[in-house]
């Protein structure tokens, strides 16, 4: 059974940074995209960012191009979303997603940014 858990949240003001971190437990052999999807405060779940297994293939929502980064690490079985330059609107309940059929959810992290 495929396991994550984020890490990193909290809340900070418009402008500066943080780095999500979410760690995967998940038998050795298999091959999955990572993705990072976030929950606004009265909107449904939205995708973040995407990566694929080599890292070859990423996929940022519009939103976000050009201020997040994300990156994996498939030796220690992490994926990161480092988050610069954030706005009020960034502000919801950031879930790691790993598509590893079937797909397996984190329990959600909040980050908060105040204006």
């Known amino acids: 059974q495929v396991q994550l858990v984020e890490s990193g949240g909290g809340s900070v003001q418009a402008g500066e940074s943080l780095r999500l971190s979410c760690a995967v437990s998940?038998?050795?052999?298999?091959?999955?995209?990572l993705g990072w999807y976030r929950r606004a405060p009265g909107k449904e779940r939205e995708v973040v960012s995407i990566i694929s297994w080599t890292g070859d293939r990423v996929i940022y929502a519009d939103a976000v191009k050009g201020r997040f980064t994300v990156s994996r690490d498939n030796t220690k079985k992490t994926v990161t979303l480092q988050m610069n330059r954030l706005k009020a609107e960034d502000t919801a309940i950031y879930y790691c997603?790993?598509?590893?059929?079937?797909?397996?959810w984190g329990p959600g992290i909040q980050v908060t940014v105040s204006s």
């Open positions: 997603y790993a598509d590893t059929q079937p797909g397996a």
């Open positions: 998940e038998r050795p052999g298999r091959v999955y995209d």
